[in-house]
């Protein structure tokens, strides 16, 4: 007998879980798609030296490889981004600029388990290539918005920044040379505080005492999005990096409004990095206003060269990627995920052995108008089945005996409030249709 | 610099491909679910020993297989019902029975690619477990017959059978310790015909001349289905296990006929063995009348134990499994593909520059009456952005220059007819969404 058990950081979805995931996954498909973006797919398999060209050490590190069968040295995919330069630098021509994508898939990391994280993921980004048009930079702005609220969050915050503003701070102090073990301090600001990170930047940077109060003074604008750019001109000015950044920031925030973004939704926040060496612009982070300790959920921001490992051709673009894990674990500890185990919100006990033709037609009849069904499949103790609907999660059930069958009559039994009414049986289904529908409120099986 | 390629075997899904494909599997999900089948999913990585325990040596072969990090002899899945059999057996009795799941993921065999085989594909699964009831069995013939039709496909015939008919007529001629070769010699009924097989069955099974005329018997049963219930009566009579599966099988065909079936869709077939030792009742195998010889596109069968290997819990169930490959090159080959690059059906050029965020607001509005818009991120000339829209398969495109912008008024473009006709913008929409409902034959961004 073999034990039968998980490696250690892999799990299973069971239905409970595998449920919200996959509307999730098919609410943002929906959105992306509003947007023009095409779904696209890479192998989780690639040349090993595909993956590690780009890669830091640490990825480098927690890559799963191995040589297949012909010899090759090969790994598992660690992110979604190195493949879509692979995917774009390969097949470019074909798909013409401005090419907008989606990619959700998965993703292995030989992470350290002890951390939470876990080994297999999935993820779930959107970019568009070969445009440096603000359009694009405003309209991930947007389907970061769309995303959030068809999800059904309506208090969230998109923090929004340029990097540019950064990097003209950094100019104007003469620190563009510095950027790396600055950046890097910043990005600790909402964990450790401004005076750990002004004494990071003094012995870890070298910065004095007037550099260190420039880059903080970008942690300390605050006020309305106008307040924060009328702050932030002052310590732009004179250097043009930053005032282009600026004013680039300033555009992008006036069209996602202009779009119909309400205001508040929108933050300007020019502390924010993400990361050391990859973004050159627009940067965004997606906070819950109910949970913003979880972190964002939804980031991204703006390259000016995706491929340069594998092609000659420039590519610049944006792109962000949706926190799966993190937002389901959020909508879990917000109470918002449904405990159900059943995708049908219908069920049928199987009640007169006889009349199983009956039911199967019937059940057959109510999928074809759009109802999701489950007819069970044995003729059990009608207590024992009602058992196991509601152990799913089921929202109503059809009971019907033998009496029923001969008078035409169906009772419609709504199993969370614990009601039932008794409906004519006639070939439209009319009746019973509309009774389902005051007890599931119209919630069809497909959402 | 690095050569962008995939590796032999692997593809990549451009949006072309991937569009109809992620439809497909939104689809199956759709049918599955309405039958109260719920989504799981496994990890992609497996023990070793767990994939090895039941495989084949082909599929052992095959196997792609390394040490991870911890040093762990690892593999991945090349199935998914194996990865449902350890899971099964890990956490049935949290799920409880009869448990339905369906199951769409990837799995990787290191095939001889020079059959035009992947060593990527995806598979998509659908099982009943922990009940003999044939009401599963019904079901498993009613979905298959829900996913053909939701895929669009009218014209499709279910082949079904017994693997106990088989059983009974191979017991009856004492042919039960020969089943292997008898099997896998009638499997190939279709491929080289009855003569070739009759050697087959005396040269390698050793069967004499009433065994084999007994055996190639199976094959000649014609007719309409009541007929072949008729002809196989004569088979089996005597025989328990033979009597007991065609008294099944009729019971299936009866019940699936029952919820509405077409009969001529239902085709009832003795000879189809599928493999040789795993299931042990119903077959399934589905085929395109348009184009029969690319071969059955949803196959599936009843199997007496799922996880002997992981537990001492017996469990029977039926499954099937939607060939998606196969489907998809079936649709092409048929035309019946659609040949776009968008996932949204809209166009809005980027005609005036001063006017983007009037544009931006627009395309928002749309998007959030359930249109799918892509605004083009660049103010170039007209041409060229009607050339990308051409080339992606948009199918109405929304011009606006200054003077339609100052009239409020919208030219509709018909992309696919060459027409277009002007309307008003209002703050309603009301007669851009009409317009748009006539050039798209009301297709909104969701089908």
């Known amino acids: 007998m073999i034990e039968p058990r998980t490696l250690k950081g ?4 069971l239905p409970e879980s595998m449920i919200p995931r996959e509307k999730l996954i098919a609410t943002a498909q929906r959105v992306y798609r509003s947007y023009g973006f095409s779904p696209i797919d890479t192998p989780a398999m690639e040349y090993l030296e595909i993956l590690t060209g780009k890669g830091s050490d640490e ?75 603000v359009v694009a930079d405003i309209e991930t702005g947007l389907v970061i918005h769309d995303l959030m609220r068809a999800i059904g969050i309506e208090r969230f915050t998109i923090h929004l920044n340029n990097r540019q503003v950064l990097q003209g701070v950094l100019q104007k102090q003469s620190l563009a040379d510095r950027s790396v073990p600055v950046l890097r301090a910043i990005d600790k600001l909402a964990k450790i505080g401004a005076a750990k990170v002004a004494e990071e930047l003094r012995d870890a940077a070298g910065l004095n005492e007037e550099q260190i109060a420039a880059v903080l003074g970008l942690a300390e604008v605050a006020g309305s999005n106008d307040q924060i750019l009328k702050s932030v001109e002052n310590l732009v000015q004179g250097n043009a990096m930053g005032e282009e950044g600026l004013a ?33 612009g627009a940067i965004f982070e997606t906070f819950l206003d109910e949970l913003p300790t979880i972190g ?32 389901l674990a959020a909508l879990e500890e917000l109470g918002r995920l449904e405990k159900v185990r059943t995708p049908a919100a219908i069920f049928i ?13 019937l059940a057959a009849q109510l999928r074809e108008r759009g109802w999701g069904v489950e007819f069970y499949p ?18 109503a059930a059809l009971i019907l005996g033998d009496r029923e069958w001969q008078d035409r009559q169906c009772q419609v039994k709504d199993l969370t409030q614990m009601r039932s009414e008794q ?25």
């Open 248 to 280: 680039r920031l300033r555009d992008i925030a006036a069209g996602i409004v202009a779009a119909g973004v309400a205001e508040q939704r929108l933050q300007l926040d020019v502390a924010i990095a993400r990361g050391l060496d990859y973004y050159t």
């Open 10 to 13: 892999f799990r299973d979805y």
């Open 59 to 133: 990825t480098d590190r927690q890559l799963y490889r191995f040589q297949d069968h012909g010899g090759r040295d090969v790994g598992l995919r660690f992110d979604l981004t190195v493949p879509l330069a692979r995917f774009a630098a390969q097949h470019i021509n074909d798909l013409g600029t401005p090419f907008k994508r989606y990619h959700i898939g998965t993703v292995w990391r030989g992470e350290n388990t002890q951390r939470g994280r876990y080994r297999e993921f999935m993820q779930c980004d959107f970019d568009t290539i070969g445009t440096r048009s």
């Open 349 to 361: 006990p199987f009640f007169d052995a006889a009349r199983r033709n009956d039911y199967l037609r």
């Open 378 to 395: 044995e003729p059990k103790k009608l207590g024992q089945q009602l058992k196991y609907a509601d152990q799913r999660g089921f929202r």
């Open 423 to 447: 409906v004519p049986l006639d070939d439209s289904l009319q009746a019973l249709e509309e009774s389902l529908r005051r007890v599931l409120r119209s919630e069809k099986n497909e959402e």
């Open 296 to 327: 964002s959920v939804c980031s991204g921001g703006r390259y000016d060269n995706l491929a340069g490992l594998f092609t000659r051709q420039e590519l610049p673009g944006i792109g962000a990627s949706l926190g799966l894990d993190r937002l």
